[in-house]
Nanobody, 115 residues
């Protein structure tokens, strides 16, 4: 199993920046991928960004050019740098670890962007 702990959420103004961190309880080297998802009130959880074990990255169209996902294998941590935030980015952000047949989730961190 993998425990995931997110941090870095908060309240920011339109156009501001935040960096989310997701610390895993063990090495992330053998995980297929790690990613960030978000869920806004009344909406389904959606993919924001994912990074594979080989370092390949994929982003939702809505965040391309504004968000950057990265990983530090030595620290077992994945980051999501969020720039040019918009009110529509407001959501609970969840970290995900994909182990193939299993997937693990963090408890989520709230990001609120005020207009």
């Amino acid at each position: 199993q993998v425990q995931l702990l997110e941090s870095g959420g908060g309240l920011v103004q339109d156009g501001g920046s935040l960096r989310l961190s997701c610390a895993a309880s063990r090495s992330i080297l053998r995980l297929n991928a790690m990613g960030w998802y978000r869920q806004a009130p009344g909406k389904q959880r959606e993919l924001v960004a994912v990074i594979s074990s080989a370092g390949l990255k994929r982003y939702a169209d809505s965040v391309k050019g504004r968000f950057t996902i990265s990983r530090d294998n030595a620290k077992n941590t994945v980051y999501l740098q969020m720039n040019s935030l918009k009110p529509e980015d407001t959501a609970v952000y969840y970290c995900n670890a994909d182990q193939g047949i299993s997937a693990y989730w963090g408890q989520g961190t709230q990001v609120t962007v005020s207009s």
